[in-house]
Nanobody, 116 residues
Framework: QGDLVESGGGLVRPGDSLRLSCAPS????????MTWVRQAPGKGLEWLSG????????HYADSVKGRFTISRDIATNTVYLQMNDLTSEDTGIYFC?????????WGQGLQVTVSS
């Protein structure tokens, strides 16, 4: 029902860090299950991380566990994905998702390129 606006992507070097932001309108991030999903070049969608609405419990795909951190700021109604120790394998389009009415609402996608 709401629009998910993503920001923070771009071109970075291997080993760098980057923080993506997702600022939805029309609903509170505290009331929904929020996730990050990406699509690498030539590959399908890969679920990365999620944070539940009722608690601060988070979970991650093995490929990013220990490097990526999902969080939310209730005051600014924003969900973040902190990405550390980036490699070329992290290159892709990153989507913010919200679980609303039994379905996922998708952001427009954000390009992240990791290259020397």
């Amino acid at each position: 029902q709401g629009d998910l606006v993503e920001s923070g992507g771009g071109l970075v070097r291997p080993g760098d860090s980057l923080r993506l932001s997702c600022a939805p309108s029309g609903f509170a991030v505290s009331s929904r299950y929020m996730t990050w999903v990406r699509q690498a070049p030539g590959k399908g969608l890969e679920w990365l991380s999620g944070i539940f609405s009722g608690t601060t419990n988070t979970h991650y795909a093995d490929s990013v566990k220990g490097r990526f951190t999902i969080s939310r700021d209730i005051a600014t109604n924003t969900v973040y994905l902190q990405m550390n120790d980036l490699t070329s394998e992290d290159t892709g389009i990153y989507f913010c998702n919200a679980f609303i009415g039994g379905q996922f609402t998708w952001g427009q996608g954000l390009q992240v390129t990791v290259s020397s």
